[in-house]
């Protein structure tokens, strides 16, 4: 079956553009998980939903970032005023239930604030 | 901050040789996940590891885990040139939800 997907692939933004970001996860899958990848780092998590909830905020860098769940399947996470340091990989996954569970990933979209 | 560290850093092998990586944690885990990434793309899960069990076996992947010494390893047979990635532990922590804490990863380079 189709894997998470995300869109778009690549951003490329201006200083101070606003950024929304796209994932369709697995049908189905309960759990939604955003992660921010720095060029040759390990993914950092920055939040997560069950269904439309969104239960943990506490990875998101500042009030910049904002990730919403409205009908608790496709999630969009927006940047605000985009900074240099935004620039990364977004990383979205999903899990079917909640908690000891395999995340599946997207291929992320890959942000440069320029 | 990352709960995990994997070691080495950086490998290079040569096809057909073994290659082993380790990652240690700080705190107490549910379960502890590998995960596969190639160069630009998306990760790719590879085992998932509870915290009460000791050893996974997938294909040529056998993960272990050491709950007391809070470290896992994992050892890939008979490399081939595609299992050139770098390689990732993540754990589930315990009083931290649901969400995965990843480590720095391993840079493997299986040479044909």
């Known amino acids: 079956g189709a894997g998470v997907s995300q869109s778009p692939r690549y951003k490329v933004a201006k200083r101070g553009q606003d950024v929304a970001l796209r994932c369709d996860p697995i049908?189905?899958?309960?759990?939604l998980f955003w992660y921010q990848q720095a060029l040759g780092q390990g993914p950092e998590f920055l939040t997560y939903?069950?269904?439309?909830?969104?239960?943990?905020k506490s990875g998101l860098p500042s009030d910049r970032f904002f990730a919403e769940r409205p009908e608790g399947s496709v999630s969009t996470l927006k940047i605000q005023r985009t900074q240099q340091e935004d620039s990364a990989v977004y990383l979205c996954?999903?899990?079917?239930?909640?908690?000891?569970?395999?995340?599946?990933f997207g291929p992320g979209t890959r942000l440069l604030v320029l | 901050s990352q709960q995990g560290e994997e070691d080495p850093q950086a490998l290079s092998i040569q096809e057909g040789e073994n290659a082993t990586m380790n990652c240690s944690y700080k705190?107490?885990?549910?379960?502890l996940q590998w995960y596969r990434q190639n160069s630009g793309r998306g990760l790719v899960h590879l085992i998932l590891?509870?915290?009460?069990?000791r050893e996974k076996h997938s294909g040529r992947l056998r993960v272990t885990l050491d709950t007391s010494k809070k470290s896992s390893s994992l050892l890939i047979t008979a490399s081939r040139a595609a299992d050139t990635a770098s390689y990732f532990c993540?754990?589930?922590?315990?009083?931290?939800?649901?969400?995965?804490?990843f480590g720095g990863g391993t840079r493997v380079l299986v040479k044909p």
């Open positions: 705190t107490s885990i549910n379960n």
């Open positions: 590891i509870r915290s009460n069990e």
């Open positions: 939903f069950q269904n439309e909830a969104q239960l943990d």
């Open positions: 049908s189905g899958h309960v759990s």
């Open positions: 993540a754990t589930e922590v315990k009083a931290a939800g649901n969400k995965l804490t």
């Open positions: 996954a999903s899990s079917f239930l909640a908690g000891q569970e395999t995340q599946y």
